[in-house]
């Protein structure tokens, strides 16, 4: 019981991630999270502005089906299988955070610094988190498709134009992480 | 039981993707620093074994449910829309440390301001849309 309790290691987490895949897979389905999004937009009625937006949603359910799983797998993960421990992340990396005014590291998933409710009441933090929302939601479109999408489902079917846009999430990442963060907190 | 399938599959995309951490922002932070071998390990292990799975299905061993080959559909080919588009995704997934599937773990794991998070991807992708055709792909 400890074992589930406690963080699970990557040799076991990576494997069943692919399970994921490979579930949706024998279903008859793709795993692709950010396809979500656009549904929602069609849902909400973008269709009649922008013909991108349509089509026949409900072929699409199965896959909002699965956000909502995620959304109850997410609260049970955390509310029954966890025992409060929190990331182990690298001594260093804990240093320059706490240097950048991040006070807790690791303490919980997201830092209250850009997530807690209090923080909110602070346009910067407001703005980061559309900005965020807002590049997650046009890149995933425009290189159609996320990290399940692409970095697992494309790299592991061996396609070319996934592992260009793995490498553009690369850039980005590396660019924001090293480069962006810095100047922001 | 159509559904309830997939509303298992997302249970347990949910539950593992907290349990391995892959939903901390620190996590991701860390990987951009190269500060730590988690993440590379989780996406490393993930690959192989989908590369495994996919391999041996290839070979007619796995069927799917309805008795038909495994398959995954064919990316397009091109190259402006998949660089700079994962430029573009990159930057967002490092800042708020969460890309489209934990966006939705995270809510269920009672990050509220996810929501704002959320629905400004939505935004995102109803922008991608009108411009769509304006872009180089």
Redesign the interface.
């Known amino acids: 019981m400890e074992s ?1 309790l406690n ?24 795993f692709g ?2 396809s ?3 549904t ?2 069609t849902i ?1 009625g ?1 269709g009649k ?2 013909d ?2 349509n089509f026949k949603w409900k072929d699409q ?3 909002l ?14 509310q029954y ?2 025992n409060g421990s929190g ?1 182990d ?2 001594p ?2 804990v240093t ?2 706490q240097n950048m005014g991040f006070n807790n ?2 303490a919980t ?3 209250d610094e ?4 209090d923080i ?1 009441a602070n346009p910067k933090t ?1 703005v ?21 999408g ?13 592992l ?15 480069f ?2 810095p100047l922001i907190f | 039981m159509k559904t309830l399938k997939f509303l298992l599959v997302g249970i347990f995309f949910g539950i593992v993707l907290v349990k391995s951490e892959a939903v901390s922002w620190y996590r991701i932070y860390e990987m951009f620093r190269f500060q730590s071998f988690h993440m590379y390990g989780i996406i490393g292990t993930a690959i192989a074994s989908g590369i495994t799975f996919l391999q041996i299905s290839k070979k007619g061993i796995i069927k799917s449910i309805k008795g038909s080959d495994i398959f995954v559909p064919k990316k397009e080919n091109g190259f402006v829309r998949y660089i700079i588009g994962g430029i573009i995704f990159g930057l967002g997934w490092a800042l708020i440390g969460a890309c489209p599937g934990p966006m939705y773990i995270l809510l269920g794991t009672g990050v509220w301001s996810m929501l704002i998070v959320i629905a400004a991807a939505v935004l995102g992708t109803f922008i991608y849309g009108i411009l769509k055709n304006k872009l180089p792909h």
Do not use: D
Not at chain 1, 154 to 159: A, F, P, T, V
Not at chain 1, 164 to 178: D, E, S, W
């Open positions: 589930i963080p699970w290691p990557w040799y076991i987490s990576g494997p069943l991630i692919a399970l994921v895949m490979a579930l949706l897979l024998y279903f008859g389905k793709t999270m950010s979500n999004l656009r929602m937009c909400a973008a502005f922008v991108f937006f359910l199965w896959n089906t699965v956000v909502f799983g995620a959304i109850i797998g997410g609260f049970i993960a955390v299988l966890s990331t992340l690298n260093t990396t320059e955070l590291p690791g998933l997201v830092p850009m997530y807690s409710l909110l407001l980061l988190l559309v900005i965020g929302g807002l590049l997650v939601g046009f890149g995933t479109r425009y290189a159609g498709g996320c990290t399940s692409h970095a697992i489902t494309g790299l592991s079917s061996l396609q070319k134009p996934s260009i846009a793995v490498v553009g999430f690369f850039i980005g990442g590396l660019i924001m992480a090293n962006i963060l």
